[in-house]
Antibody
Framework: QVQLVQSGAEVKKPGASVKVSCKAS????????MHWVRQAPGQGLEWMGI????????SYAQKFQGRVTMTRDTSTSTVYMELSSLRSEDTAVYYC????????????WGKGTTVTVSS | SYELTQPLSVSVALGQTARITCGGN??????VHWYQQKPGQAPVLVIY???NRPSGIPERFSGSNSGNTATLTISRAQAGDEADYYC???????????FGGGTKLTVL
C-alpha cells in the first residue's frame, strides 16, 4: 500500500537546523510531486513548498525562501526537508504529502514529525 | 497573494446537513480540494477537484464550486464527522499552494 514514513521527533535549539525525512513506498516515486506542510500547535495548515522527485526542482513559499531546502534521493525513494536558523515559532508538526502532478492535491500524507525549538 | 476565507466554526445537528464555505476571488476558476483533520491525526483528502471523492470517502461528502465560493457539504452528519476542515487551491500565478484557515465542525 502507498505509504509515507517520516523520521522521528526532534528537539532543537534556536539557531540550529533540522532535517526531516519522508520515505515513500508502494508507488513510483518519481511520478508524483511531494509537498511539505507544517502545523503549529493549535493553528492551521501552512504550506512550505514542493519538490519534483523526478528532476529535483523545487518551489518554496516566500515565507521560507532562504531558510528551507528540499531534496530527494531517488535510490531510496526519500525526500528531505531542511529548515535552518530555527526559532521558537518553528515549533510545529511537519508533514510530507504526495501531490497529484496536474492538480496539486495531496492524496497521501505522512503521520507528521514534531519539531520543538527550545533553549 | 491569493487568499481563502473559511468560517472559524460550523455547527450541525446529528443527521442534518452541514455546509462549509471557502471564499476566494473567482475561486470558481480554480480547482478546490478539501481535507478533514481530526485531533492528533494527519489531514485526509475528502474532496478533490471541486467535487470528486477519493475511494473510501462516504457519498455523504460532496463539493461544489462557483463564482467566489466553494462549498463542502456533509449530509446526514455523524459524530465521527467532527473535525477541522481545510480548503486548498493551487495558485498558478505564484506557483504556490494556498490553504484556507480551517473550519471546526461540531456535530450537536
Amino acid at each position: 500500500q502507498v505509504q509515507l514514513v517520516q523520521s522521528g521527533a526532534e528537539v532543537k535549539k534556536p539557531g540550529a537546523s533540522v532535517k526531516v525525512s519522508c520515505k515513500a513506498s508502494g508507488y513510483t516515486f518519481t511520478s508524483y510531486y511531494m509537498h511539505w506542510v507544517r502545523q503549529a500547535p493549535g493553528q492551521g495548515l501552512e504550506w512550505m513548498g514542493i519538490i519534483n522527485p523526478s528532476g529535483g526542482s523545487t518551489s518554496y513559499a516566500q515565507k521560507f525562501q532562504g531558510r528551507v531546502t528540499m531534496t530527494r534521493d531517488t535510490s531510496t525513494s526519500t525526500v528531505y526537508m531542511e529548515l535552518s536558523s530555527l526559532r521558537s515559532e518553528d515549533t510545529a508538526v511537519y508533514y510530507c504529502a504526495r501531490a497529484d502532478i496536474n492538480y496539486y492535491y495531496m492524496d497521501v500524507w505522512g503521520k507528521g514529525t514534531t519539531v520543538t525549538v527550545s533553549s | 497573494s491569493y487568499e481563502l476565507t473559511q468560517p472559524l466554526s460550523v455547527s450541525v445537528a446529528l443527521g442534518q446537513t452541514a455546509r462549509i464555505t471557502c471564499g476566494g476571488n473567482n475561486i470558481g476558476s480554480k480547482n478546490v480540494h478539501w481535507y478533514q483533520q481530526k485531533p492528533g491525526q494527519a489531514p485526509v483528502l475528502v474532496i478533490y477537484r471541486d467535487s470528486n471523492r477519493p475511494s473510501g470517502i462516504p457519498e455523504r461528502f460532496s463539493g461544489s464550486n462557483s463564482g467566489n465560493t466553494a462549498t463542502l457539504t456533509i449530509s446526514r452528519a455523524q459524530a465521527g464527522d467532527e473535525a477541522d476542515y481545510y480548503c486548498q487551491v493551487w495558485d498558478s500565478s505564484t506557483v504556490y499552494v494556498v490553504f484556507g484557515g480551517g473550519t471546526k465542525l461540531t456535530v450537536l
